[in-house]
C-alpha cells in the first residue's frame, strides 16, 4: 500500500520567506512524529501528534517552527522567516499506534535550503 | 543527553556477519531497543525492536543481555545493498521527546565487494 509521502521533495528558500512542508502519513496511523535532520546527522525529533492534539512540541527550535494536523490525518510544518539554519531534511513518519515507540514508517523528506 | 554510543563506521565484506553494537548504561526500566537502517535521501526504516533476550525477524538478530546495558544488531550474510546507516534507539513505549526518540549520528556500514 501507500506509504508516507511528503511534498515538496525539495524546497529552496530565500532567507526570511516562509515555507510549508506537508506531510500524507499511511491512512489511519494515529501517530505522526516530525524530525529535522541535518547533514551528517541523526533524524532530531521536533514535534509528535496522536490524531489531531500536539501533544509534544518540545523539539521544535523556536516560535518561528509551527506545526499543524487539524484533521488528524495530513500535516503541515511552517516555518516562519526562514534561516540559514533551518536547512535541513525535514523528515515526517507515521505510527498506527499511540505507543510512541512503536515501529514509525518514514517518508522520503523534504530538503530545505536557504540561501 | 545522549543515550546511546554506537561505532562511527564500520566495514564489512560481502557474504560476512556484521555485528553492530550499541552501549546504553543508563537504559530505564521502561526502555525498549529499536534499530532503523537509513539509505541515502531516504527516510529511516525500521529493522528490529527488543526488549530482553534474543529477537529475530527476517532481516536481523538482536541480542541483549541480562543487564540490558548494551545491544547487538547482527546483519547476516550482509550485500552491497546494505551499505547504510544504522540507528540504536533506547526510549518509553509511551514518551517523546528529544532525549526518548535520540537517534545520533548512528553507525555507518560500508559493504566492500
Known amino acids: 500500500g501507500a506509504g508516507v509521502s511528503q511534498s515538496p521533495r525539495y524546497k529552496v528558500a530565500k532567507r526570511g520567506q516562509d515555507v510549508a512542508l506537508r506531510c500524507d502519513p499511511i491512512?489511519?496511523?494515529?501517530?505522526l512524529f516530525w524530525y529535522q535532520q541535518a547533514l551528517g546527522q541523526g533524524p532530531e525529533f521536533l514535534t509528535y501528534?496522536?490524531?489531531?492534539?500536539?501533544?509534544?512540541k518540545s523539539g521544535l527550535p523556536s516560535d518561528r517552527f509551527f506545526a499543524e494536523r487539524p484533521e488528524g490525518s495530513v500535516s503541515t510544518l511552517k516555518i516562519q522567516r526562514t534561516q540559514q539554519e533551518d536547512s535541513a531534511v525535514y523528515l515526517c513518519?507515521?505510527?498506527?499506534?499511540?505507543?510512541?515507540?512503536?515501529?514509525?514508517?518514514f517518508g522520503p523528506g523534504t530538503r530545505l535550503t536557504v540561501l | 543527553l545522549a543515550k546511546t554510543t554506537q561505532p562511527i563506521s564500520m566495514d564489512s565484506y560481502e557474504g560476512q556477519e556484521v555485528n553492530i553494537t550499541c552501549s546504553h548504561n543508563?537504559?530505564?526500566?521502561?526502555?525498549?531497543i529499536t534499530w532503523y537502517q537509513q539509505f541515502p535521501s531516504q527516510g529511516p526504516r525500521f529493522i528490529i525492536q527488543?526488549?530482553?533476550t534474543k529477537v529475530t525477524n527476517e532481516v536481523a538478530s538482536l541480542f541483549i543481555p541480562a543487564d540490558r546495558k548494551s545491544s547487538t544488531l547482527s546483519l547476516p550474510r550482509v550485500s552491497l545493498s546494505d551499505t547504510a546507516v544504522y540507528y540504536c534507539?533506547?526510549?518509553?513505549?509511551?514518551?517523546?521527546?528529544?532525549?526518548?526518540?535520540?537517534f545520533g549520528t548512528g553507525t555507518r556500514l560500508t559493504v566492500i565487494p
Open positions: 527488543g526488549y530482553k
Open positions: 543508563n537504559i530505564a526500566t521502561n526502555d525498549y
Open positions: 491512512s489511519g496511523h494515529v501517530s
Open positions: 513518519a507515521s505510527s498506527p499506534g499511540t505507543a510512541t515507540y512503536n515501529e514509525q514508517f
Open positions: 534507539l533506547v526510549g518509553d513505549m509511551y514518551q517523546t521527546g528529544a532525549n526518548n526518540l535520540f
Open positions: 501528534f496522536q490524531n489531531e492534539a500536539q501533544l509534544d
